[in-house]
């Protein structure tokens, strides 16, 4: 079963702004073989939220900020992965 996706547009639009990233490029990560997900704990705070890293499928790797919320996966920010990131997405592989 594929996930089923959801996000605020206006937060979408700004992101797009911000970084440069859709977040429905952002949601193919979730394609990736490879994609991890943590808990955000710095940021769960009324509702437990997450923090995804995987490759796009523009072959971008991505840091992507999401909660769920009634089985779906609500996109809240998405961006570039930094250097450090990158090297633990490629030590985790």
């Known amino acids: 079963m594929r996930p089923e996706f959801e996000w605020d547009k206006g937060k979408a639009a700004k992101n ?3 970084h440069g990233i859709a977040f ?3 949601k193919s990560i979730f394609k990736d073989p490879g994609f991890i ?3 955000d704990e710095e940021h769960s ?5 997450y923090i995804s890293i995987g ?3 523009n072959g971008k790797l991505l840091l ?3 909660t769920e919320r009634e089985g779906r996966i609500r996109i809240i920010s998405v961006r570039k992965a930094t250097r ?3 090297r633990f997405y490629e030590y985790a592989q």
Do not use: M, N, P
């Open 16 to 18: 797009i702004e911000k």
């Open 24 to 26: 429905d490029e952002a």
């Open 37 to 39: 997900t943590v808990v």
């Open 45 to 49: 705070i009324g509702e437990e939220r």
């Open 55 to 57: 490759l796009s499928e």
């Open 64 to 66: 992507l900020a999401h």
């Open 84 to 86: 450090k990131e990158e």
